[in-house]
């Protein structure tokens, strides 16, 4: 069983910055991609960032200039750093695994997600 905890979420003034951690348990294979989505009030769950175990990295529509995201050195742990944070930016944000290859195909694991609000 694989298993995605996230951290790092809170409240934050506008033009603030938050970094979030997932920190992922279970069995991983090297295929597998880890990255952050985010549900905002009254929308339909996006994309902010993922990234592979090469550092191989995508983004959701402009947010590239205002986000970033790393790994640890070892695999498993994934860092969203968001900076410039606006009130739009306010939602639930979402730790999630896909399997990209191989015996990981097909997997797809979510974490229980952070709250993030931006406000002031």
């Known amino acids: 069983q694989v298993h995605l905890a996230e951290s790092g979420g809170g409240s934050v003034q506008p033009g603030g910055s938050l970094r979030l951690s997932c920190e992922v348990s279970g069995e991983l294979f090297n295929s597998d991609v880890i990255g952050w989505y985010r549900q905002l009030s009254g929308k339909e769950r996006e994309l902010v960032a993922t990234i592979s175990k090469g550092g191989r990295t995508t983004f959701g529509d402009s947010l590239k200039d205002r986000f970033a995201i790393a790994r640890a050195a070892e695999w498993g742990t994934v860092y969203l750093q968001m900076n410039s944070l606006e009130p739009e930016d306010t939602g639930v944000y979402f730790c999630?695994?896909?399997?990209?290859?191989?015996?990981?195909?097909?997997?797809?694991?979510w974490g229980q997600g952070t709250q993030v609000t931006v406000s002031g």
């Open positions: 999630h695994l896909r399997g990209a290859g191989g015996k990981s195909s097909g997997r797809i694991y």
